[in-house]
């Protein structure tokens, strides 16, 4: 090899010293490294750590199918970890998948990466690495539902607000570890898991008293928070909830009561 980069080579068949010399037309080949995609919890849609056990949302793109796809359960009650071609690891371990399209999946954050300060994700699509990042690891990184249900089952609206000194429901993913099995893709069965860390809420700036806390029945990675609404220091109309799960505090959602 010269320094202008022509090979040359003894061709004894032929008796001939043989020189190859690089093509100028030809571009150098460009590796095409994979896409860095966005992981956030899947109800607040707020990047920032993720907590085992997760429902969380991956945006970017040639994720996935172009036509939607959604998760089913196997013959074994769980939600597997491939969908229409699509596999999601947390640190190698598969994420069970509850939807997969180009731009988005919704996945749980296996429990495998409780502990870790830090974990890779990779994203394949049709054997392919499409998609990685690396997120951060959190015990608890909670988001409530803007929908809670009234005593009577129906959703809490303006139009349909709950009386005070009654109860409400509310549903929230990443409250972390549970006392439960902590299997990733497992619909919750009783006796229904309840989180390690303490749960508190507040209404309208007050305490309200938790008559439960635990995963939702036959739900996948959904906290379910029964709670008693504050009676006379509560004004009617609208009213901030705020949960907290240890340390981490939620995002506030609105609620109307009466």
Request: glycine share 8%.
């Given at each position: 090899l010269d320094g202008a980069g022509d090979l040359y080579f003894a061709d004894t068949g032929n008796n001939r010293i043989r020189r190859l010399v690089p093509d100028p037309m030809t571009p150098d080949p460009v590796i095409q490294l994979p896409a860095i995609v966005t992981v956030v919890n899947a109800i607040s849609l707020r990047q920032g750590a993720v907590a085992p056990g997760e429902i969380a949302a991956i945006f970017g793109t040639g994720l996935g199918p172009d036509t939607?796809?959604?998760?089913?359960l196997d013959a074994d009650g769980v939600l597997p970890g491939t969908l229409g071609g699509v596999e999601v690891r947390f640190e190698g371990t598969l994420a069970p998948i509850f939807f997969a399209q180009s731009g988005q999946l919704n996945v749980q954050v296996p429990y495998t990466v409780a502990g870790m300060e830090t974990a890779s994700v990779e994203v394949r699509y049709q054997e392919n690495v499409v998609g990685?990042?690396?997120?951060?690891?959190?015990?608890?990184?909670?988001?409530m539902l803007t929908l809670a249900t009234n005593p009577d089952g129906s959703p809490n609206a303006e139009s349909a607000p709950a009386p005070r000194?009654?109860?409400m429901t509310f549903y929230?993913?990443?409250e972390g570890l549970t006392d439960g099995p902590n299997i990733a893709g497992t619909p919750a069965q009783a006796p229904y898991p309840h989180?390690?860390?303490?749960?508190?809420?507040?209404?309208?700036?007050?305490?309200?008293?938790?008559l439960y806390a635990g995963s939702a029945p036959d739900?996948?990675?959904?906290?379910?928070?029964n709670a008693r609404v504050p009676g006379g220091f509560v004004p009617p109309g609208e009213a901030a909830v705020v949960l907290t799960v240890g340390a981490a505090t939620a995002p506030a959602v609105t609620v109307w009561l009466k």
């Open positions: 939607p796809v959604t998760g089913v990685t990042a690396s997120v951060t690891i959190a015990p608890a990184a909670p988001a000194s009654t109860w929230a993913t990443g989180p390690l860390l303490a749960i508190s809420l507040t209404i309208a700036g007050v305490d309200a008293e938790i739900l996948i990675g959904v906290l379910q928070i």
